[in-house]
Nanobody, 119 residues
Framework: QVQLVESGGGLVQPGGSLKLSCAASGFTFSDHALSWYRQRPGKERELVASISSTGFTTIYADSVRGRFTISRVDAVKTVYLQMTNLKPEDTAVYYC????????????WGQGTQVTVSS
């Protein structure tokens, strides 16, 4: 079955960096777009970034554009989210989702990884 396993979260100071990973299994990785979402405390889950199946097309939320980079390595069935210049408002649980560029996320989610930005 489809499995998505996030890792790489943690506590970081404002201005710092983290790189999240999402390891996938149970489907043909190269056939699918992938996305990162986040859920901040007291907020609804929101799209952070998506990458197409080819890796040639990416989209970002306005709040992270220029600071976050989504990428994928099909050989290891992993999608990444490089986060730089982190701000306290980036504090959230970050989730990987199979899919992207559609009107809504797919039903396939990872368990999430906590990112806390605090001094």
């Amino acid at each position: 079955q489809v499995q998505l396993v996030e890792s790489g979260g943690g506590l970081v100071q404002p201005g710092g960096s983290l790189k999240l990973s999402c390891a996938a299994s149970g489907f043909t990785f190269s056939d699918h777009a992938l996305s990162w979402y986040r859920q901040r405390p007291g907020k609804e889950r929101e799209l952070v970034a998506s990458i197409s199946s080819t890796g040639f097309t990416t989209i970002y939320a306005d709040s992270v554009r220029g600071r976050f980079t989504i990428s994928r390595v099909d050989a290891v069935k992993t999608v990444y989210l490089q986060m730089t210049n982190l701000k306290p408002e980036d504090t959230a649980v970050y989730y990987c989702n199979r899919g992207g560029f559609g009107p809504r996320p797919s039903d396939y989610w990872g368990q999430g990884t906590q990112v806390t930005v605090s001094s």
